[in-house]
Structures are given as structure tokens and as C-alpha cells.
């Protein structure tokens, strides 16, 4: 068995103990500078306080400053920061990784590359880390939360990278009965469609307080309005996966993932409250304090496609619920969803 | 304005009323024998019964008596029979359809062909008219539940037919500020798409009464399993339609099709009682009296499916979760989703 340290006590990261410690690995969780008191409460009594788990008997847990004692014999880093803490979590600890230890990272996003251009984690990390330092960095996409994966419920995803004997290998260290992996080295793909079902699930949503607003909140829901938009969003998605470079096959992750957090907390809710009528300022007074990577990924892949655009690179129309969003959140234009520009001739 | 003649009573045909109705065309509404007493309530007080819906003022009921009378000067025909009317419809309805009278129908399904072969319902129909006539068979593709047309909620859909000129009238005769029409001349790929929607939302129905069984009826919903569904059934859906010939582009409207049909009422309905555990028998017994599309259509396709396999034309392992179903309704066997079988090695 193995020894498997996770950084970044996150919700997402902590919940992979399960399965780690369910195939009998050793489990070390290390919490960044913001995860002081999720580690002091696992240490204290072994209960995560944002997970709002028990985490399975045995899992250590290491205050930032314990990392290099975490790392010390470690087969296995497991990424748990969101898409805020990548320049840290490279920064960081990164640096303090051996070349012979493979990472996982949950997080999900894509940052910004020079000229318009959309990188995923694996490979800004490793530019960030320049040429005199090369790890294999591996990445999980696909429909997972921490809350279902933490109950041991069915949950598929999969492991990208460029090494397939390597995801295999990391595959064979995690999969259980209920965590079923898929592997894929269309690292691209597989990140664009994860990390865009963000911004798209928000879209989503917007349905959802738009009926509340015309009949009433507590009204049936709607699923034609919903419908038509999670349409049109996997027609975006797989539009951007495809000028981006990544895989068809990699779609149905995001796909996937866009349904299950169409259902998840944070971007439904903002999705709602703007649905509702709410500016995008007053509707994240409501949601204080919540990190939102939907608004992130939004602004910047709606950055992106148009610089592409102005570049010749795509047509603008090609994208009408993207930049709907996208004048919602960076322009606080009103919820006004363009349906017409979802309807198409094809001959 | 126009004359639309609506052959079918049910739901949908009936729903189809609204957009007619407000862009000022004449509706009548004719039933088929099935729908005596909902056309005798509409022509006494304009109430449908099953829709549960006022219809719009002015639109006329005839009993199928009257159909010639209904026919009478019409300007576009709606076929509004399920599945299990096209045999009927083509029969009895489409020979009193002069030729130059377009035909529309809402009839989502696929007819068996010689060989194992697929076929969309307008081919099948022009199929059985044989050589001495020949009519513009046209049909509606998408997600859009009657009810929420009939509350003319913004719904998403997508005319197909052979003629690009018929398909942009017929938008324009229906087309209004809540009802949004794409148009395509790839029948097989929507028609296709549009039935196996509802095959797979009994698959991804599943996982609801799975967890009941194993948490307990009304615990909280369990989206990562319903996640890994959607996104198995993507997949196969996206197989499938490429198997058969359909184009790429027509994938997304049977996948928001299978959106909004998980949350729509018998086809959820069913698989929830089959993943708590009941045999299909059982199910069957519970849901007494309802008409069942998504046995009908995945019973077709599987058994098409087996066939083209046996030919060499397909690998039935491609298509797990539409066999795993097929085994719970034609075999009886219980719930046990194949989940590693939805796990893939992309290289």
C-alpha cells in the first residue's frame, strides 16, 4: 500500500480519502493557510468541518508548516486547492515535490495564456516551474462532488495526463467500488470541458429564477427553459473544446459534469438570484463570502473567445449564451437570454 | 392566417394549439378514437382534461367522424398520435392528406426496418403510403414537455424534414416569442437522437431509486450517480446516431431532450421503482394504464442493436448501459448497473 498526501483541505480533496483510504492507503492531509481550523478540527476529533464528514479513521493531518514531514515518503500528491489556489499551490509546493512523485489535481479551470489563448492547470504549473524542473502532473475532470464522493455514492471521473502508464497506475491506487475512472491523455479536452461547465451551469440556472420572477418562487420548475439552455450550452462546449484543440470524446465529462452541478450549490444559486431580476453586485452581496469559480472561468474564457474572435480565429455568434453570461457579469447588463441565437438552419 | 388541423388529441398536439393559436391561425383540433371524451369536454367548455389546461378561445374540436370536415382547406396537418398511433395514423389519416398539404408530427420513435435496420417515422410512413403518393412528412424534434408549452414557457424544438423551403414555412407558421425552432434536414440524426432520449432517461432514472433503496425514499437526490448515467448515455446516444447515419449536430437536441425527460413524469417514474427493486412487473403494475414510450423504443433498439452486432456492424460492448436496461425489461433481470463497463482508456 501506498502513502497518499493530499494538499489542500478543501471539500474535493478531503473527500478522496475516502477512496484512498478505502484501498487501504495511508492518508495524509495537509491544509493550505486557509484550512487552519478544518485541520485543528481533524486533528482534534477527526470531523471536517466544511465537508461536514467524519473522515475515515487514520487519516493524518498536517498544518502547512508540517509539509515536508507530509511529503517525506509520499507515493502520491493529490492537488486539493480550487482555481484560486493555483498560483500558490505552484509556488508552494510545487517546488518541494520530487521529480520521481506524481501530482493529481482537483482543481478545475483554465488560466490564461499569452495571445487569447486558454491553458489548463497541468501545463501552466508546469510552465510556471520552467525548464529546470519537470513533474508529471495529472489532472481529475468529470461529474464528482466532494459531499456524494464523501458518502462512497457512484461517482465517474477521469484522471488525465500525458503519461497513460502512469494514470493507470494512479487509477489502480484509487479506484473503489463506487469511484469509477476513466483515463485520458487528451489533458486539453478533458480540462476545457470540466472546467467550462462552470461557466455554462450558470447559464443554466438562470432559468430557474426567471420562472421564480414571472410565476412566483416555489412555482413548479421549469425544464423546457432548462432544456433549452443545457442544449445550447453542450453545443458551446463542445464548439470551444474543439477550437481549443481537445478531443470530442473529452466532451461528455463536462457534459456530465454540467449536470450535476446544474443540481450542486454556489452556481445554481447565483445563476437564481440573477434569474430572479437581481444585478450581478446585489447577487453576490447574497451570497457573501462564497468563492464562485463559475464567475472566474466565465470571465475568463468570454476574455479568450473574444480576443479569438477579434483574431479571426472564431465567429462571436458562434457563442450568443456565452457572452449573454458574460455582459450579466462583467457589464451588469440584465438577464435577457437571447433565444432566438440558439436556433439554427442546418441544411 | 392559416388552417392547422391537429390529428391526435393528446398532449402534445394539443399544447401545439397555444403557438398556433397566438400567431392567429384557425386551430381544429381533431381526436382519434382514443380521445372521445377529451374532444367531447373541449367542444363543451374548452377544457382538455389530460392536459389539464384551458385551450385557447376559438379552437375547434372534431370527433374523428369529422376529420374530412377538419381537413377541409387546411394549410398544414399536425400529427399528434404517440408511438403507438403512427401504425393508425398512416392508415387512416395520411390517405385523406392531399398532396400538396404539408404534414408535421409530434411523434418521437423509431420503426423497425428489415436487417436490424432503424427508421425515423417519416421515412416509415412515405415507406407504407408505397410509390403512388408521396406527402411532406415532417416531424418535431426536442425537449419540450406539453405542459409547459401549453404555458407557453420558452421551449426549445427542432422541425426536420427533407425540404429546407417546408421546414422555414412551418417555422415561420409557428415560430413565437416562447416557442424556438431549429430547423434540420438530417431526419435520421434528430429523429434518432429525439427517440433514444427516452431509452436512456429510464437508464439515468435508475440511480434515483437505487439510492432509495439504499438511503431510504426521500433522502436527498444522489447527482453523482445520475451524472455518470447522463454521461454513459451521451455517449451511446452520440454512437448510435452516428451509426445510423445522423450528423453530429443533432446530438444536442436529444440530449437536452433527455434533460428535460428525467424530470418529466411516467419514464422517471418508472425507473425509479426498478432501481428501488421492484422487477419490471412489478413497475409495470404500479404505473397501470400508462401508455410506456421508453419500453417501446428501447426494446426496438436493442433488439436492433443485437442484430447489427451479429452482422458485424457494431460492438455491443459500446453500448452497455442500453443493454444492461434492455436486460431489466426484456429479461427481468434486476438492477445492477455495469458501472466499470463506463469507464474508457483514451489514448
Not at 1 to 20: F, N
Not at 26 to 53: M, N, Q, W, Y
Not at 157 to 164: A, I, L, Q, R
Request: charged fraction near 20%.
Amino acid at each position: 500500500m501506498s502513502i497518499i498526501t493530499v494538499v489542500g483541505a478543501g471539500m474535493m480533496g478531503s473527500a478522496l480519502s475516502m477512496p484512498a483510504h478505502d484501498n487501504g492507503h495511508t492518508v495524509r492531509l495537509v491544509g493550505t493557510h486557509l484550512d487552519r481550523e478544518i485541520i485543528a478540527s481533524i486533528k482534534e476529533c477527526g470531523f471536517h468541518p466544511t465537508l461536514k464528514r467524519q473522515l475515515p479513521p487514520g487519516v493524518e493531518a498536517f498544518q502547512i508548516e508540517e509539509l515536508e514531514a507530509a511529503l517525506e515518503g509520499a507515493d502520491l500528491v493529490i492537488g486539493g486547492v480550487s482555481s484560486f489556489g493555483v498560483e500558490w499551490f505552484t509556488q508552494h509546493v510545487l517546488p518541494k515535490i520530487p521529480s520521481h512523485l506524481p501530482v493529481l489535481s482537483v482543481t478545475k479551470g483554465l488560466a490564461e495564456g499569452p495571445g487569447g489563448r486558454l491553458v489548463p492547470f497541468p501545463h501552466y504549473m508546469q510552465a510556471k516551474l520552467g525548464q529546470g524542473k519537470s513533474l508529471s502532473l495529472n489532472a481529475i475532470g468529470g461529474p464528482c462532488t466532494s459531499y456524494e464522493l464523501a458518502d462512497r455514492r457512484h461517482s465517474a471521473v477521469c484522471f488525465c495526463g500525458e503519461d497513460s502508464e502512469i494514470l493507470e497506475r494512479l487509477k489502480g491506487m484509487l479506484e473503489t467500488a463506487y469511484y469509477h475512472i476513466s483515463t485520458s491523455t487528451d489533458v486539453m479536452g478533458v480540462e476545457a470541458a470540466v472546467a467550462l461547465k462552470n461557466a455554462y451551469a450558470l447559464s443554466v440556472s438562470l432559468a430557474i429564477g426567471l420562472i421564480e420572477r414571472e410565476e412566483g418562487v416555489g412555482c413548479q420548475e421549469a425544464y423546457n427553459p432548462q432544456a433549452a439552455l443545457f442544449g445550447q450550452a453542450m453545443r458551446e462546449m463542445a464548439a470551444l473544446v474543439h477550437l481549443l484543440g481537445g478531443r470530442e470524446e473529452s466532451v461528455a465529462f463536462g457534459v456530465g459534469d454540467l449536470y450535476v452541478t446544474i443540481f450542486g450549490g454556489r452556481t445554481r444559486r447565483l445563476g437564481t438570484l440573477l434569474g430572479r431580476g437581481l444585478s450581478f453586485e446585489e447577487a453576490l452581496a447574497e451570497l457573501e463570502g462564497v468563492t464562485l469559480e463559475s464567475v472566474a472561468i466565465t470571465k475568463v474564457v468570454a476574455k479568450a473567445v473574444r480576443t479569438q474572435a477579434q483574431q479571426g480565429l472564431l465567429r462571436l455568434g458562434d457563442f450568443p449564451l456565452l457572452m449573454h453570461v458574460d455582459e450579466i457579469i462583467s457589464q451588469g447588463k440584465p438577464v435577457n437570454i437571447p433565444w432566438k441565437a440558439f436556433t439554427y438552419s442546418f441544411r
